[in-house]
């Protein structure tokens, strides 16, 4: 036997991202096969978000959790796709000029840009019914109907007033706000990244586990776990983001007014919090055998230490 460095660890960790990646935007290409009648555009606009790029950190999440409860890979996939559909038409919406109004996303020009705002939208609506009808209709027929609809049931919750929309709705209402008081901040942001975020993180693993035939007690550690890893998520971004503004400008009144954790808490609670989450977050998967774990356990490393 022979002692892994921690070098090792973490290079077979990214092979691995590699390859679930690759096995991801395989079946997402598949999922939305491009329409041979030309004018329906709507195809192509789905396929842009859901296939240019994306670190695929859903998908991925869906699937160990499925391998982690004993189930097949192949069995998360269609609600592994369907995550990551959902996740697409958020960032597509959210981009929207009567949103956050980005030209840009990871590196590319934003959906609307290239389509117009009248079929990104169609493309939303597309991708939502489409994430549903797919688990629905590819999901194993080995897997039993009732797990298929609490499968479905997380996923509907994760996407409406109690995950998303919530969340979206909730950083609106917060816009121009003033929060004094560091505490309603907190909780203010907490609520935000908690439904904006961790909810469709949660509905991942927890959809892995259901599919995969988890126990009701599996799944809630499942559930647990990616809502740390998703708080994580958003700390370790913040933080991230605060340094890099503050690097690019002197200038306080070029600062955001967003509301971040380094704002509310200052950098250094901010990272002592984001270790705190990530602690956390492997504390919930005691009860799993470590082997099994181990590219869970990667993940959470992995979202602390990423760069984008
Ligand atoms: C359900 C269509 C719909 C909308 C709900 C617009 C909206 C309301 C919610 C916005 C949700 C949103 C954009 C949250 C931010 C989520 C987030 C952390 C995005 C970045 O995720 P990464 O880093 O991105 O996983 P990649 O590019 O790797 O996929």
Redesign the pocket.
């Known amino acids: 036997s022979h002692t892994m460095t921690a070098e090792s660890y973490e290079s077979e960790f990214l092979s691995y991202m590699i390859r679930k990646s690759k096995l991801v935007n395989k079946a997402l290409d598949e999922a939305v096969p491009v329409c041979q009648t030309p004018v329906l555009k709507i195809r192509e606009a789905m396929r842009y978000t859901l296939l240019l790029?994306?670190?695929?950190?859903?998908p991925m999440l869906c699937l160990a959790a499925c391998n982690l409860v004993g189930g097949k890979e192949s069995t998360a996939m269609p609600a592994a796709c369907a995550i990551?559909m959902?996740?697409?038409?958020?960032?597509?919406?959210?981009?929207?000029p009567c949103?956050?109004d980005d030209s840009l996303?990871?590196g590319k020009p934003t959906n609307h840009k290239v389509f117009g705002e009248n079929i990104a939208i169609l493309a939303?609506d597309g991708?939502?019914a489409l994430a549903i009808k797919h688990i629905v209709e590819s999901t194993s027929l080995d897997v039993p109907p009732p797990r298929v609809l609490r499968a479905v049931l997380e996923i509907s919750k994760a996407?409406?007033t109690e995950?998303?929309?919530a969340?979206?709705?909730a950083?609106l209402a917060g816009e121009g706000m003033n929060f004094d008081n560091n505490e309603v901040g907190l909780e203010h942001l907490e609520f935000i990244h908690i439904h904006?975020?961790a909810a469709?993180l949660e509905a991942a693993a927890v959809m892995g586990g259901i599919v995969g035939g988890g126990s009701d007690e599996e799944i809630e550690s499942l559930r647990s776990y990616a809502r740390c890893v998703?708080l994580m998520?958003?700390v370790v971004?913040d933080v991230t983001k605060s340094s890099e503004e503050l690097g690019k400008t002197a200038r306080k009144d070029l600062i955001s007014e967003k509301l971040t954790y380094p704002k509310l808490m200052g950098v250094e609670k901010s990272g002592v919090y984001a270790d705190k989450l990530n602690r956390e977050a492997r504390e919930h998967l005691k009860t799993f055998d470590s082997d099994k774990a181990a590219p869970l356990l990667f993940l959470a490393d992995y979202v602390v230490n990423?760069q984008?």
């Open positions: 790029g994306g670190k695929r950190i859903r990551e959902i996740h697409a038409s958020s960032l597509i919406q959210d981009d929207l949103m956050d996303r990871r939303v991708l939502i996407v409406g995950g998303l929309v969340g979206q709705a950083d904006k975020t469709l998703g998520f958003q971004d990423r984008n």
